[in-house]
């Protein structure tokens, strides 16, 4: 896909995670799209109000599409994400067999952002670490600078 288009994915997966913020839960969003630009799934994170440790939006969003498209149609879809995937997504997008990732900020900045916040233990292991141990060419794109901000803008004060 266009960047142009890709950052209009991430600006979905963003108002997820502004939804997410808003039920009290850890402000990350995820959004799996078809090979013709159809939303299929949006996913916020629920850790937090569900009381589950692998309540991340994109692990949710992975054990949602494993039950309703096949791994050959996922192989063909993009999952869009407002943070780099940790090790756990990154894992349940391997298998899920999701194709392509797109991701709005680094892991790393988002370390920047939670500090050392109990809620959000942040691996230093980007996703193409992981992906790269693995069998399948998972393509990767991001971080996108050009959109940083309006990410950053929904942890606004949240991990203080």
């Excluded at 916040?117 to 230093?124: A, G, K, V």
Aim: charged fraction near 25%; hydrophobic fraction near 35%.
């Amino acid at each position: 896909m266009a960047e142009h288009q890709d950052l209009y994915y991430l600006r979905k997966a963003i108002e997820v995670s502004q939804r997410a913020r808003e039920h009290g839960n850890t402000p990350f969003g995820a959004v799996l799209v078809d090979p013709k630009g159809i939303v299929l799934l949006e996913q916020e994170n629920i850790e937090i109000t569900e009381a589950n440790c692998t309540g991340h939006a994109e692990t949710t969003l992975m054990e949602r599409a494993s039950k309703e498209y096949s791994k050959e149609f996922l192989w063909k879809c993009s999952l869009y994400t407002t943070a780099e995937p940790c090790a756990m997504c990154a894992g349940a997008i391997y298998w899920g067999n999701v194709g392509r990732v797109v991701y709005g900020i680094s892991e790393q900045r988002l370390l920047q952002l939670t500090g050392d916040n109990e809620q959000n233990p942040t691996f230093d292991l980007p996703c193409r670490e992981v992906f790269a141990r693995g069998q399948k060419q998972i393509e990767v794109v991001g971080p996108f600078p050009e959109i940083e901000q309006e990410v950053v803008k929904v942890h606004e004060g949240f991990w203080d």
